[in-house]
C-alpha cells in the first residue's frame, strides 16, 4: 500500500527547522520557527516552571488518567487568563473549558466539534495567517475563505477591506481572530477596530474563534486580552483556542485549551460534552504535566508574579531587537525604510522580503526566515543581527 503514497511537502515552518538542522556552515541563524531566545542565544526554561516542577516533584502522588477535559484547575486558571474573573460569560459560567495539546491540537478539537456537530463549515481565515491554519482547518473537514489584513503598501492593517471581506459571510461561518500579535504580520486592532468586528459578528451572526497563542508577548497580559474581552461582551458565542508554548516557555510540553463560550450555560455544557467526546476520540484525556505546571504558577501568588517578569522580560528583549534591528540595516546601509518594524507586535516581523530574497538569504547567507518574509525577531541577539543585517543588505 505504500508504494502509492507521494512524499509530503516540507512544512513551510517546520520544514525550515529541519533544514537549518541539516545546514553545516558555523554562521547559520534560525529566525524561522517562533521560538523565543534570550541573549545567549539559548531556549530557557522559566525560573518559574523550574519551581513550580521541583513542588510537583515533592507532591505529585499519581499519574492516573486525567479526565478528558484535563486537569480542572488548570481550567479554571485559563479562564481568568483569557477573560479575567469577573466577565459575565465567566460569572454566567457560560464558558467551559478543556485542557488541549498546544495551539495546534487546541484548534485541531474546535474545528474537529464545529465540524461534526454544528451547522457552521466554513471558516473565514485572515490573508496571510499563520501557515498552519490552512492545514488544520481543511484536515477537520472546514470550508476556508480569506479575508483581506494586510496592506503591503503601507505595511499596516487594512482595515476597511477586513471589513467589507467579512460584510459578504454569510450567518453561522466562522472568523479566524488572532487575539493579540498577529501571525505573521504583528499587526492588531485596536480596540474601537475590535468593537467594528464584535459588531460585525453580532449583526451577521458570525462565529469567532480566536486563536490566542502570544497572550503577553504585545503590551501586557491583561492588555492583550482586551480584543477577546470585546468580542466575549457582544457576541453571545464564540471558542478560543489558547497555547503556553511561548509566554510560559512550554513549547515541548504542548499545553493549550480550548473554550467555548455558548449563549447559556445549558448549551455550554451540550457543546462542552461533545467537545469531551472529540477529545475521547482523538487521544482519550490530555498528559498532566504541562498544565500541572501552569496551574501551580497560577495558583501561587509569588510564582505567578515571577511569572509575570519572566514575561516581561522576553516582551521587552524583544522590542529591543526589533528597534536595533532597524537601526542596524540603516546602519548596513540599506535604504529601504523599515521603521514599520518597529511597530509590529510580538515575536515576528513582517519584512516585506520576498521569496527569491528570502531564499537568497538561506542559500548564500545561511540566514532562515520563513518564506512569507517573516522574521523571528524573538530569536535575534545583539551578536547576531550585525551578520543578518548585513545579509539582508546584499539581498535588498
Ligand atoms: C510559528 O508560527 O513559528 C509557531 O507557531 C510554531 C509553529 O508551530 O509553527
Redo the contacts with the bound molecule.
Keep these: 500500500i505504500f508504494s502509492q503514497v507521494e512524499l509530503a511537502a516540507a512544512d513551510p ?2 520544514g525550515l527547522t529541519d533544514a537549518f538542522k541539516a545546514d553545516v556552515r558555523d554562521n547559520k541563524v534560525n529566525l524561522g ?2 521560538i523565543y531566545k534570550d541573549e545567549s542565544g539559548q531556549t530557557p526554561i522559566l525560573k518559574s516552571v523550574k519551581f513550580a516542577e521541583e513542588k510537583l516533584l515533592a507532591t505529585e502522588s499519581s499519574k492516573s488518567y486525567l479526565g478528558m477535559e484535563g486537569v480542572q484547575a488548570y481550567n479554571r486558571v485559563v479562564q481568568t487568563l483569557l477573560f479575567g474573573r469577573e466577565h459575565t460569560v465567566v460569572t454566567e459560567q457560560r464558558a467551559l473549558t478543556a485542557q488541549a495539546p498546544g ?2 491540537g487546541s484548534l485541531r478539537i474546535a474545528a474537529e466539534f464545529l465540524v461534526r456537530h454544528t451547522n457552521s463549515k466554513k471558516i473565514w481565515i485572515s490573508n496571510p495567517t ?1 501557515a ?1 491554519h490552512h492545514n488544520i482547518f481543511s484536515t477537520a473537514g472546514l470550508e476556508i475563505a480569506e479575508y483581506r489584513y494586510y496592506k503591503a503598501e503601507t505595511h499596516g492593517l487594512d482595515f476597511d477591506a477586513m471589513l467589507s471581506d467579512l460584510q459578504t459571510a454569510e450567518a453561522g461561518d466562522l472568523v479566524l481572530l488572532h487575539g493579540c500579535c498577529h ?1 505573521p504580520t504583528g499587526i492588531d486592532l485596536d480596540n474601537a477596530q475590535w468593537q467594528r468586528v464584535a459588531q460585525l459578528c453580532l449583526e451577521k451572526q458570525l462565529v469567532p474563534l480566536f486563536d490566542f ?1 502570544y497572550q503577553g508577548f504585545g503590551a501586557g497580559v491583561e492588555e492583550d486580552a482586551q480584543g477577546l474581552r470585546i468580542v466575549a461582551s457582544t457576541v453571545p458565542e464564540l471558542i478560543v483556542a489558547n497555547s503556553f508554548s511561548k509566554n510560559f516557555g512550554l513549547y515541548n510540553e504542548r499545553i493549550g485549551a480550548v473554550t467555548v463560550v455558548a449563549s447559556n450555560s445549558e448549551e455550554a455544557v451540550n457543546a462542552f460534552s461533545q467537545i469531551k467526546s472529540t477529545i475521547r476520540a482523538s487521544y482519550s484525556n490530555p498528559p498532566a504535566h504541562g498544565a500541572l505546571i501552569v496551574s501551580t504558577i497560577l495558583e501561587d501568588e509569588t510564582l505567578k508574579q515571577l511569572w509575570h517578569d519572566e514575561l516581561r522580560e522576553m516582551r521587552e528583549r524583544i522590542a529591543e531587537m526589533r528597534i536595533l534591528f532597524v537601526k542596524s540595516l540603516k546602519a548596513a546601509g540599506v535604504e529601504q525604510d523599515f521603521e514599520f518594524i518597529s511597530r509590529q507586535n510580538g515575536m515576528f516581523s513582517f519584512s516585506g522580503l520576498s521569496k527569491e530574497q528570502v531564499n537568497r538569504l538561506r542559500d548564500e547567507f545561511a540566514v532562515y526566515i520563513v518564506g512569507s518574509g517573516r522574521i ?1 525577531v524573538a530569536g535575534m541577539t545583539k551578536s547576531n543581527i550585525p551578520v543578518i543585517c548585513e545579509a539582508i543588505a546584499k539581498v535588498v
Design positions: 515552518i517546520l520557527v517562533g495551539g495546534t499563520w498552519n501571525n497563542a523571528s
